[in-house]
């Protein structure tokens, strides 16, 4: 029986599942009333499981019997990777289970922010549709437009698939190397990032966050897209200079920004994004759908049972090789 803290809340049936075999505390460290009673069962677990909350190398050193941490999501930004290898703790993560999901989310805002949804739906619910709308509100078409995929990982080749197959778009992404997606033979092309950025009507990150990615959508990429392109962002807010992505809406460079996810999170009240008539807003909604969310759960569980039984996890993530 191992010490395990959940730091974000289970769906029925899965924290029983643990508490079956392992002495369980539940304690979400986002809520006030739970901070401290995390803070407080740190220093006796062997396993966390949970996400949405940044585990740091100075939470790491409360926890000297730390073993494994389950994550349940597929990106690990919210993890200190060299410190977590150079403490020989493993790390799992949900790969796969989400990746169609996201990508209905992702296109879901690529289609939202082109044919002005939020704007149109708030006339007819504000009374305010009262003759046949005219040129200003149109939308853009997105079917058969150029979309620019920044990181083309399961997600991106996700996107990939309902933009060409869908929608008979031709793709651009950006990948370390070319990859061949079913169905797409000669519909997907692989080009440098200022390719990428110049030669599409709507441009999208699927990128994980990294020291390589953080601040990547800035005043100079921004720049480089076509004049009245569309961005979207679908990965991580760490990615956009939001001042500088502001300033491309306010200036018309942009005609509109799709964004699932912000900097700092939940999106700060004061924040000119979550108003922005250019802007379509959503709660980093990306993997929230009951079946997603609860198959991400399942499998996070799964992986946390089978590193504490000593068996090889579904979906451990490669961790750096400890620094010498
Ligand atoms: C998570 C996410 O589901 O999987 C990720 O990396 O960003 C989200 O889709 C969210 O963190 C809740 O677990």
Redesign the pocket.
Known sequence: MSQVLVF?ELQGGLLAKLQAVHDVTMANPRKSEQHAAFMAALPTTEALIG??FPITGELLDQAPRLKVISS????VDNYPLASLAARGITLCH?PGV?TET?ADTIFTLVLATSRRVLELASLVREGRWTKNIGEDLFGWDVHHKTIAILGFGRIGQAVAQRAALGFGMQVLYTNTSPIEVPGLQGRARQVSLPEALAGADIVVSTLPLTSATHRLINDATLAQMRAGAFFINGS?GGIVDEAALLRALDSGRLRGAGLD?FEPEPLPFSSPLRTHPRVTPLP?A???THET?RA?AEMAVANLLAVLAGRTPAAAYPLPAPQP
């Open positions: 974000r996400s949405s349940i999501s597929v990106g949900t989400l996201t991580r996810v980093h990306g993997s929230a969310r991400m």
